[in-house]
C-alpha cells in the first residue's frame, strides 16, 4: 500500500466540491431569504451575526476550514482510531440523556455558552468509520451470524441511545446503514424482510378500520402478501417447484370451501381462512424442511409465521408504543385524518408554499409564504420551500437532481475505491445523504410523513453543517489518496 | 474478499436504480403541485395578499348654473376583524363610544358571524360592523379606538345634499345588492352604487374609479406592511363631476307649487333638449335617503300610498286628452287631408257620431287654428275620419299604420331615451292591435277617440312635454336631457343631435298659431297662461280617468324664439284650465323672468296652498 503523501498535492474530486459549494451556497441564500422578513429593509445585513444568516456564515466558514483541514491531513489514522471515535461519541450520546436541556421536548442538545451543539450528528460520522472498520475487517462475512450481529449491533446502540434522548428523526437516520449492508452481500431477504414489515405495518394501521363484510381489509392485505411473499421465496429456489404448485392449488380449493361457507354463514371472516392457510402452509414447509434437509424451508415457514406474528402486534404497538403526536403524524401522513390546522398544518402550508412557486417562482426575497411564516420550521426543515417558493419548479429540480446527482458521484467514488473500508465508508455517505434527502423532500412535498430530519447542507444549524461536512470530506480524503492501479 | 465483492458489486445498480426512481417521483409530485395544480398558488395569495378597497370620492353634481346640489362627506364605517378581537376586550366601553346597546352589539356580532346572512365571513378579514357612524361617535370611537384592539374605522363617503330638492331626479345611493354584484363585477359587498335617477344613469361616470391597498398579513392575521413597497398598489380615481341642465331654483319653485297635490311638471329648453326642472309629485327630501337611518325611512316612503317614490314625470302614462290634438292636425297638415282653411262643423259634438265625442259650445264650423285654440272634438274627429277613410292609403289598416307612423316619428310609443331611469313607453295603436281586439271589424268610428287623445292612446308626461318642444322648434327635437355635461366627457351624440319629425315647419306653424289663439284668442281654453309681455302658446288637456279628470297643460314661450317648453300634469285637477294653467303660467314666468310679478302673487298662494290628494285606502 503506498499512500500519496502531502495532502495538497492530492487529487481530491473536485466535482463533489463544487456540487459540495453549490450546495452550501444556495442553502445559505435560502436561509438569508427565510429568516428575513417580508419588508428587506428590516431585515439584518448579510454578515450580521446576530441574524441566522449571519451565523450560518460563520459555520459555513468553520465547515470549509474543517473540510480543507481534513483534506490535508493523513488519512490512515481513522480506520485506526475507529473504535476509539466511535466509543467517545457513544459516551458523549449517553452523557447527553442526562444532562441536556429539555428544548422542546429532546434531550440532545449541549449548551457550551453560546454554542449549542447536537452530539447526534457526530454519531453519524463515528458509526460510519466504525461500521467501515469492522465491515472490512479481513475474514469478515456478513453472511456469519457473528459479524451480523456485530454490525447491527454497532448501528443499533446510537439509535437507541439517540431514541432516548427523544430524536426520532436522527434516529431513524441510521437505518441508511442498511443501504451499504446490502452493498456488502446482505441477502435481498433480509431487506425485503424490513421492506415487508413497514408495508405490512402501514397497511394494517391505514386499513384497520375498513371493511368488506365481516373481514377487515388491512388484515386480508397484509395475509395475502404473506402468501405470495412466501411463494416468491419458494419460486426463487428452484428445486421441487411441484410443491408450489401444491400450495397453489391448496389454497384455492380453501377459498372455494369458504365462498360456500360465506354463502350459508353471514358473517364469514376471510382473515380465517387466510390464517389457516398459512397454519397449515407453515407446517407443509417444516415438513420438506425435515424431508429435504434443506434449511430454505425452515426460513419460509419462520417468515410467513413470524409475519403473521408481526402483523398481529402492529395494533398493540400501534396503541400502546407510540406516543400520540407520532400517532397522529402517520395518520396525516397515511391520509387517514384531514386537519389542515393540527397535525396536517406544516405539510399542507409547506405544499402551498412550494406550488405557488410555479414554473420559475417569484424571486429571491419574494417569497411571500416563507416570509410570512405561513411555513414553520422554514429554515430549518422546512427549507426546501424557500427554493419552491422563490425558485420554483425549475429552482428545486436543480437542487433534487444537484443531490442526485452528488449521491450518484459518491457511490461511483465508492466503487472506484480499492480499499473495501474506503468504500464501505463512502457507500455509508451515500446512504445517509440519501436518506436524509429522501425523507426531508418527501416531507416537505408530503409524500413522507412529517419527520424531523435536516436537509444537508441546506438546513439552518452548525451541527448539522459541519457534520455533513466532516463526514464528505474525509471520504473525499480517502478518494483523493487512493492507490493507484 | 475480491471474490465475493464480485457477486455483490451488481447490486450498486439496484441502489442508483433506486436513488433515480425516488427522484423521479418527486420531480413529478413537484410539477403536479407547481405547474398543473393553480390551487396553490390561489390559496398562498388567500394566505398573504390583504387587498384593502381605496375608495374613490363620488363625484359632485351641479345644476345648471353652476349651483352645487349634491356633494360628498366622509363617513365612517366600523370594521372588525374577529381573528385579532382579544379576550378582555371591554364590550360596555365599545358600546358606549359608538352609543349602541350591548344587545344590540351581541346581536351584530352574531349575524357577522351567521354564514348565511353573511356568506364572505372569515375572521381574518375586516367585517363591516357598523356603517356610517355618526360624527359624534366617530369622533369618541377614534380617540378610545386603541383599546379595542380588531375594530377599526374605515373612510367611506356619503352624499350630501345642498337642498331637499329635485330627491327623483337624482336618485339615491345605496349600498349594491345581490343583483348589482351578479351583473357587474366591479361591485362587491358593501359597495356602494346609484340606485335610481341620474346617480343610477351616470353611476359609470360618478363612481371613479376603486383602489386597492395591498398588504401582507403573516400567519398569526397580523398586518407586516405594504406588498412591493406599494408599488402594486392603485390608487382611487375620483368620480367625475356632472352638472345637470336642471335650474334648481325653477326645480324648487316647482316643487313648492306641486306641493299637496299628485303630478308632475316638466320644463325643457327646445333649442338644446335640456331639462329645466322635473317636479314629480309627492316627492321627498334626497338627505332621508343618506346615512344609517337610510332604511327606515326608505320603508316609510316604499309604504306610502302616494308612492313617493316613483318619478312621474317619467313612470307614469296617461291619455294626452286635448293636448294630443296638436298631433293630429300636424300629421292631416302633412298628409294632405285638410289644409290650413279647412273648416268642419260640430254641434256640441261631432254629428257623424251621433254628438260623439261630444264637444263644448263654440262657434261651428271652425278652421285649424281655431279648432286647436278652441279645443274642437268634433275637428279632429272629422279629420281622422277623413284620413282614415282616405282612398289613397288603400284600406284601414294602412291608413291606421301611416298615422302610427306619424306619432312614432313625433316621439310617442317608445322611451326616448331619456338619460333618467324609469321611463315608460306609452301607447301607440296600430292596425294589428285592433286587428286584434276588434277581430278584423273595426272602422274609423270604432277609434275615433284617439284622435282627442283619449281611447288607446296613452303618452308620458315626458312625451307630451316633448311635443311641446317639437312645436316650439317647428318639427324637430332632441332627446330630453338632464344632465348638461360631465366632466373631461363629451356628451352622448343621442343629445347633440336632433330628431326631425318628418312634418314641414308651415305646418307647425299652424299649430303654433292655434295653441297662441288658445292662449289669446277669442274662446281660447287657456287664457289664463296669457302673460302681456311674453307671447305664451299653450293647450290643455283633460284626460279622463277613474276619479276625477287629470289636468294638463302644455305650451312654451316666447311664440316666436322659445326659450321654454312646459308641461303640467296634476292628478284629479280637473279641467286643464283649473290648476295645470295657472301652474304653467308661474312657471313660464319663473323662468322667463326670474320672478313672479306682484300681480300674479295671489295666484301663487292659492296654488301653492291648494290640496289635492286622491282619496287612497291605505292597506294595512
Redesign the interface.
Known sequence: MSYRKNSLLKRPDWLTIAIYLILVITGWFSIYSAAS???ATSGGSFFDLQGRAGMQMLWIWISLAVGFSLLMIECNWYEVFATWIYMLIMGVLLLTIFIAPNIKGSHSWLVLGPIRFQPAELAKFATALMVAKCMSA?Q??LLKMRNFTTVISMIFLPMLLILMQNETGSALVFLSFF?VL????LPGAILLCGISAILFFVLNVRFANVFWGQTTVGECLVLALIILFSWGFLYNHPKHREHLKYMVYALLGMLLVSAIVDWWLPVFDWCWTLNIYIALMSVYLLVLFVYYRSYNYLWIALFALGAIAFSYSVDYVYDEVLQAHQKTRIDVALGMIEDPNGAGYNVI?S?????????TGKGFMRG??T????VPEQDTDFIFCTI??EK??VG??VV??LF?GL??RL?YLA?RQSS?FHRIYGYIV?GIL?FHI?VN??MV???MPVIGIPLPFFSYGGSSLLSFTILLFIFLCFDASREYK | ?SG??L???R??N???FV??A??L???I???N???L?P???I???G???LKRTRYPARGAIYDRNNKLMVSTQPSYDVMVTMREMRPDFDTVAFCKAVNISVERFKYRMAEIKNPKKNPGYSTYTPQTFITQLGNQEYGVLNEKLYQFSGFEIQNRTARKYTNPYAALLLGYVAEADKKDIEKDAYYQRGDYIGKTGVERSYENVLRGEKGVEIL?????GRI??A?NNGQDDVESVPGKNITLSIDMDLQAYGEALMQNKLGTIIMIEPKTGEILCMVSSPTYDPADLVGRQFSENFARLATNPYKPLINRALNGTYPPGSTFKTTQGLTFLQEGIISPETAYSCYHGWPLGNGRPACHGHPSPLSLVQAVGMSCNAYFSWGLKAMLDNKKYGSVQAAMDKWRDYMVAQGFGYPLGVDVPGEKRGMIPNSSYYDKVYKGRWNAFTVISIAIGQGEVTLSPIQICNLAATIANRGYFYTPHAVKAIQDTVLDTLYTHPHYTGIDAKNYETIAAGMRWAVAGAGGTCHVANISDITVCGKTGTAQNSGKDHSIFMGFAPMDDPKAAVLVFVENGGFGATYAVPIGRLMLQKYLKGEIPPSDQALETRIKNSVILRNVIQKK
Open positions: 422578513t417580508y419588508d479481513y469478515f462475512d443501504f446490502y452493498r456488502e452481500g402550508q405544499k402551498i408554499a412550494i406550488g405557488s412557486g410555479g414554473l411571500t409564504q416570509k410570512l411564516k405561513y419552491g417558493e420554483g419548479f428545486a429540480t433534487l437532481l442526485v449521491i450518484l457511490i466503487e473495501a451515500a440519501f429522501l423532500i418527501g412535498i408530503g409524500i | 474478499m465475493k465483492n457477486n455483490t458489486e447490486r450498486k439496484v441502489w442508483i436513488v433515480c425516488i427522484a417521483i418527486y420531480l409530485q413537484l410539477f403541485i407547481q405547474i395544480n390551487d396553490y398558488g390559496k398562498g395569495d394566505n398573504a395578499f401582507l398579513r403573516d400567519s398569526h407586516q406592511g406588498y
